[in-house]
């Protein structure tokens, strides 16, 4: 079977927009454009009607007990940053500690940088090698001062998933509230905040098959009622949380894209994980020393991490230039060091260097997988047999016992 190329094994990054949540979202641009505020027409009112399915079925693919838990914002970043503030500056007056984990997401680590220069403390736990936080580190943690724990869902290099319910519970009883960015979770792994016990939740579209620009925050109303000081002002729309005018097309999509994920979860992660044990089992097959990132069993269907030891990521990111991936390595991203989440792992720099993100998605192709198999694996090899490291290895030479100065 053929393939056409490029291919997309970037799925942590964004997601094509599914078919079915463009044709939802299309007459909302033009012919249901109204102002889903403007209650004293049709046009706003068929708006709102839209907005409050939409919100309905964000609701109901994180087991939220009401609609009007979900404030709409522009995605994830954006919820992080509402969520973490909102909820320092509002209980400001009753502790000044946060706690969160160092493999968080930019934006979860950045808020929390924020508050810091504001004079808020924050514990930065750390991550076993499998990528995976410790209660008994968190429990330690928590003190009265204690305001909230910030811990993600999926990790979205490494695609682990932290211990929630378990966290939620810890956090409960301990009286402090639960955030989790859920980014790279929902619709990929069964979540539900009340079962976990989470007080705020962050999720985008378009991690899910839906499009760039929208996401939300679950705030829990209820036992406890969360409180957050907002960060838009003006009209009041999201009871005063997020004021703007709402993206309707973009809410419908998400919605859309919510009910396709919730209702295709089971049977596309089985369908996900197959491909990810083929790619992963191919490659092993063709190419000795490669070494999986991240716990094998907490993990998301979709993601395999893997580094390559003695071959340079750079060059081997060029050399599979027609499958689009991404890596822990410094060509692909603004700094020269290499990914932190891998380095807090206790990746040493040589693999965290070569190591690449393959993730998979609703579109993808057993076809495309076995391209992607057989074409790592001849860079690799093709690598390997110029890299005088690699003979080195090959005669047995031990080269950590290597003199490399020559004395
Ligand atoms: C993508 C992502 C974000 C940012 O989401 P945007 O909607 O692009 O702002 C935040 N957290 C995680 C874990 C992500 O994967």
Not at 353 to 366: D, L, V, Y
Request: include cysteine.
């Amino acid at each position: 079977m053929s393939v056409q190329l490029p291919i997309y094994l970037d799925n942590h990054a964004t997601t094509r927009v599914d078919p079915r949540v463009v044709d939802a979202m299309l007459p909302y641009f033009s012919t249901h454009y109204g102002n889903a505020a403007s209650r004293t027409h049709s046009f706003g009112r068929t708006a709102e009607a839209a907005v409050d399915v939409g919100r309905g079925q964000l609701a109901r693919a994180i087991g939220a007990s009401t609609d009007k838990e979900i404030v709409i914002t522009s995605g994830a970043t954006e919820s992080d940053n509402l969520a973490i503030k909102g909820v320092a500056h509002m209980l400001r007056s009753k502790g000044d500690h946060l706690i969160t984990a160092v493999t968080e997401h930019k934006a979860v680590l950045d808020s929390h940088h924020a508050l810091e220069r504001e004079g808020f403390r924050v514990t930065w736990l750390p991550v076993d090698k499998e990528g995976l936080i410790d209660l008994q580190q968190l429990a330690d943690a928590i003190t009265d001062q204690t305001l909230l724990v910030s811990i993600m869902a999926v990790n979205n290099e490494i695609g682990v998933v932290q211990p929630l319910a378990a966290i939620g519970e810890l956090c409960h009883k301990r009286g402090v509230l639960f955030f989790c960015d859920a980014a790279q979770a929902v619709g990929k792994i069964p979540l539900d905040v009340e079962a976990m016990h989470i007080d705020l939740l962050a999720f985008t579209a378009h991690k899910m098959y839906g499009p760039k620009g929208i996401g939300a925050l679950y705030v829990r109303r209820k036992n406890p009622r969360v409180r957050l000081e907002p960060m838009m002002h003006g009209g009041g729309h999201e009871r005063g949380l997020r004021s703007g005018t709402l993206a309707v097309p973009l809410i419908v999509a998400f919605g859309e894209a919510a009910r396709i994920a919730t209702e295709e979860m089971a049977e596309e992660s089985k369908r996900i994980l197959a491909l990810r044990h083929r790619l992963h089992q191919g490659l092993s097959a063709r190419v000795p020393q490669i070494f999986l990132n991240g716990s094998i069993s907490e993990r998301t269907p979709g993601n395999l991490n893997l580094s390559f030891a003695y071959v340079e990521g750079e060059s081997l990111l060029m050399g599979i230039s027609d499958i689009a991936v991404s890596s822990g390595s410094a060509c692909t991203s603004s700094s020269l060091e290499p990914s932190y989440v891998l380095k807090a792992m206790g990746v040493g720099d040589e693999l965290a260097h070569t190591s690449i993100r393959f993730g998979i998605g609703r579109f993808n192709t057993e076809a495309e997988i076995d391209y992607a198999i057989e074409r790592v694996a001849d860079v690799v090899t093709r690598l390997r047999e110029m890299s005088p490291l690699w003979e080195m290895v090959q005669e047995g030479i031990d080269l950590s016992s290597v003199n490399w100065a020559g004395h």
